[in-house]
């Protein structure tokens, strides 16, 4: 069965590092979304990616971070000076349709520790 | 801004129990998600919804779009459904809105 992959599974960075979080969704699903889940806490909505441009976005989403479809099978989150409170489990999703109209399937996640 | 409200926080049942997890919304909605999240933090999707109910082996989910309330019930429980349920709503605009999550533990 087909599945959504991230990596890496595990980034420790120092406060004021850029990170990229690569993740590969489903290769025929045409939306893709970023969540996030600090240790404890409820899943965060970040960003939902369509048709090559962002479709929404959350207020968390600020211009620290950044996403991009670099060729047909990539999908990466870039946080470009990171802060102790970007500490979270992130998770990748994809779907062929909507969230109105279609499940979301969702990578294992990439726990980043910002030091 | 849409508020989701997930009943109860915590649930303890035996094994073979019937189980139900209750899902409340603030705004109305173009579709609501059913979430498992396994104890090692994967999450896995199972049932998106705007009416009615939909069955899965021994999973059923409704909604009642009028009271904007969902519910998520568990057949013959089994310590493996041990996990977290996480409700999230959509409003239209690709931008899914999360419960805290109901943890379930069910013990043999």
């Known amino acids: 069965e087909p599945e959504v992959t991230q990596t890496p599974s595990h980034q420790v960075t120092q406060m004021g590092q850029e990170v990229i979080l690569r993740c590969v969704p489903i290769s025929n699903h045409l939306y893709f979304y970023w969540y996030r889940q600090i240790l404890g806490q409820k899943v965060e909505f970040l960003v939902s990616?369509?048709?090559?441009?962002?479709?929404?976005k959350s207020e968390i989403f600020d211009d620290q971070f950044s996403v991009e479809r670099p060729d047909g099978s990539n999908f990466t989150l870039k946080i470009r000076s990171t802060k102790l409170e970007d500490s979270a489990m992130y998770f990748c999703?994809?779907?062929?349709?909507?969230?109105?109209?279609?499940?979301?399937?969702f990578g294992p996640g990439t726990r980043l520790t910002v030091l | 801004k849409n508020e989701v409200e997930q009943s109860p926080q915590n649930l303890t049942a035996q094994e073979g129990e019937f189980i139900t997890i209750n899902c409340s919304y603030s705004?109305?909605?173009?579709?609501l998600h059913w979430l498992q999240q396994h104890p090692g933090g994967g999450i896995v999707s199972l049932f998106m919804?705007?009416?009615g109910k939909k069955k899965h082996g021994r999973l059923i989910a409704t909604i009642n779009i009028q009271e904007k309330h969902s519910s998520l019930h568990i057949t013959a429980s089994h310590p493996r459904d041990s996990a977290v349920y996480i409700c999230?709503?959509?409003?239209?605009?690709?931008?899914?809105?999360f419960g805290k999550g109901t943890k379930l533990t069910v013990n043999p």
């Open positions: 919804l705007s009416s």
């Open positions: 999703a994809s779907s062929l349709e909507g969230a109105s109209t279609d499940t979301q399937y």
């Open positions: 990616f369509y048709n090559n441009e962002i479709s929404e």
């Open positions: 705004v109305g909605i173009s579709a």
């Open positions: 999230a709503v959509e409003g239209g605009s690709e931008k899914l809105v």
